[in-house]
Every structure is written in C-alpha cells, then in structure tokens.
C-alpha cells in the first residue's frame, strides 16, 4: 500500500526558507514522478494549485508563482522528494501535499495529507 507522509511544515517570516521532506511507502519510488501542489485556505473545496513536479530521471517543472524561489529534488535511495522553498512571500501560505505519479496535467492516484506551511508578512 502506498503511502505518503509530508514533514517540514511550519511558521516562518516573509523571506524565509522552509524545506519540505516527502517520505513513500514501496519500492516503485523511483520509477514515478513526484510532485508538490497547494492548497490556500481561500481555495478550500477548488482544485488544488501544482507547485512543482520532479520525473523519475530528474527533469523538473515549476509554477510561474515560485520560479527562481523553489527547488524540487529527489533521493530515490531514501524513497523522499524535497521542496526547498526560499524567499517566501505570504500568499505561499497552504497546505502543501506530495503527490505520487504526478504529471503536469495531473496528479497521480496517491496524496499525502499534507502538511501546513504559513508565511507572515
């Protein structure tokens, strides 16, 4: 069974960095792209907001929003995806959920239940 459990969440300053860890059940890790998306309160019941999307060989994609501030990485052999999240600005305040199997025009079939990032101005 897959699971996926979100770590690195918390209050920072505006300007800040944060880094957020993704830890996945299995073996299959590597062979899937992972990604990060978001979800700000004011969006509750919207599609969530795709943030960034690393391949199995390590090509990445990032949202517009957070180009040049955030890095998405992988270490298959800790089965973990991070996101290095740098110069945060307050309306980078969400709930950010990993997602395995992610493809720029959707996710794939499993989430983590996230976990909250909060940004003060």
């Known amino acids: 069974q897959v699971q996926l459990v979100e770590s690195g969440g918390g209050l920072v300053q505006a300007g800040g960095s944060l880094r957020l860890s993704c830890a996945a059940s299995g073996s299959f890790f590597g062979l899937n792209a992972m990604g990060w998306y978001r979800q700000a309160a004011q969006a509750a019941g919207k599609q969530r907001e795709l943030v960034a999307v690393i391949s199995s060989s390590g090509s990445n994609y990032y949202a517009d929003s957070v180009k040049g501030r955030f890095t998405i990485s992988r270490d298959n052999a800790k089965n973990t995806v991070y996101l290095q999240m740098n110069s945060l600005k307050p309306e980078d305040t969400a709930v950010y959920y990993c997602?395995?199997?992610?493809?720029?025009?959707?996710?794939?079939?499993?989430w983590g239940r996230g976990t909250q990032v909060t940004v003060s101005s």
């Open positions: 997602n395995l199997g992610t493809r720029v025009q959707a996710p794939g079939n499993y």
